[in-house]
């Protein structure tokens, strides 16, 4: 997940046949199953419940950390394909690698949320839109791919922000974390038109130009900051050659204001930096490398701050971030470990008592490929 360290580790739970509490796919054995739900959002309803130890009721999984990529033939549908149900989960066929990283809680991720939403950068949507509005097709609807799409938090922002029909094909390794992003998916657009959604499993070393056929747009949250160099430059050239923009939110830039200041905050941001860049992941340096990567490919970037601003109404959320943000780099440095628990006792007693202001900086990019096909 974006942030890293930030994360908080999590067994894999439930029943072990790829079911989830929300019952949305099958068991899982053939890799294929689906349920249709119809425009009123019938079907099962799922609870993000976490027990306090990084665990939840339907299993952990990750945040976009690590390889991600979406089934090859994520096609724009025509009228018939935004007519269909409302959600669609399908399982492509991948393998469990052994060296898969941490998994985090999805209580983790409902926490973050509202803060998510309030930093990403509204003033990107505007191009954005532009670009949307010329699209050839349009009338038949955007396709949209949120990659590394963790509970569906992206488009439960982006999907009421924008007119008109769409359907978002959501990418990511874990069926755990597809089968909540699915039933908590939006219904309706800024206009009122429909909302249409599918799941699609698979790792991001597969990720080509035809698995973005006919898309209108690649999303991403939290996502840039744990990929490689190497995943950077697959994704870019993916959405490049599909002639895709690209609108990657929340990444973190390697700052972090905390009022009142303590002596010991740079030693602990630059450690936790430094675990942020571990294992070849690009953690503060993702959006100049993202940035590189797209204009490479001739693509028109822009990039805005989108902080998270966290006060006394915040406080759960920047408890959990605090000992995330301590405790990574402690792992990165075990040598602070004496100091950095006096650190954080100081720090969580302060934010109890509503006397702590944390500004935890990101940085959200809009990247506007060449249109391909005759587009403007």
């Known amino acids: 997940m974006g942030h890293g360290g930030e994360g908080f580790s999590a067994e894999e739970v439930g029943e072990g046949h790829g079911r989830s509490s929300a019952e949305a796919v099958g068991d899982g054995g053939d890799g294929s199953s689906a349920e249709v739900f119809g425009p009123g959002g019938e079907g099962p ?4 419940v976490g027990d306090g130890h990084g665990r939840s009721s339907a299993g952990a999984f990750s945040d976009g950390n690590g ?6 033939g994520a096609g724009r549908p025509g009228r018939s394909g935004l007519d269909r149900g409302t959600v669609r989960l399908r399982e492509a066929p991948v393998a469990v690698r052994s060296d898969e990283p941490p998994r985090y809680a999805p209580e983790w991720l409902r926490l973050r949320e509202p803060a998510d939403a309030a930093a990403r950068a509204r003033d990107l949507l505007d191009p954005l839109r532009i670009r949307l509005a010329n699209l050839p097709g349009r009338a038949d609807g955007l396709v949209v791919h949120d990659v590394g799409c963790g509970t ?13 029909a769409q359907h978002w094909v959501l990418h990511d390794r874990d069926p755990y974390l597809l089968h909540f992003a699915a039933v908590a998916a939006p219904r309706t657009a800024a206009d009122g038109s429909r909302v249409t959604v599918e799941t699609r499993r ?22 840039l900051d744990v990929l490689t160099t190497e995943e950077v430059g697959t994704l870019a050239a993916a959405c490049a050659a599909a002639g895709c923009p690209a609108l990657l939110t929340l990444s973190v830039a390697g700052r ?15 450690a936790f930096n430094a675990h942020q860049r571990r294992t070849g992941m690009l953690g503060p340096d993702a959006v100049d ?35 995330g943000w301590v405790g990574a780099a402690v792992e990165q440095r075990p040598e602070l470990r004496e100091r950095a628990d006096r650190y954080l006792a100081e720090r969580l007693a302060a934010c109890a008592a509503g006397e702590l202001r944390v500004v935890v900086h990101h940085t959200d990019l809009l990247a506007l490929c060449r249109p391909t096909g005759g587009a403007p």
């Open 152 to 164: 569906g938090s992206m488009g439960r922002w982006l999907a009421p922000l924008l007119d008109g």
């Open 67 to 72: 390889p991600w990529a979406p089934a090859a």
């Open 289 to 323: 490398a993202a940035a590189e990567a797209f204009a490479g490919h001739g693509a028109t970037v822009r990039a805005h701050p989108s902080p998270w601003r966290l006060g006394p109404d915040e406080g759960e959320l920047t408890a959990q971030w605090l000992r």
């Open 202 to 223: 698979g790792d991001l070393a597969r990720l080509t130009p035809d698995a973005l056929t006919g898309a209108a747009l690649v999303t991403a949250s939290a996502l």
């Open 45 to 48: 309803s799922a609870e993000v």
């Open 256 to 270: 972090v204001d905390l009022t009142p200041a303590h002596p010991l905050d740079a030693e602990i941001t630059e």
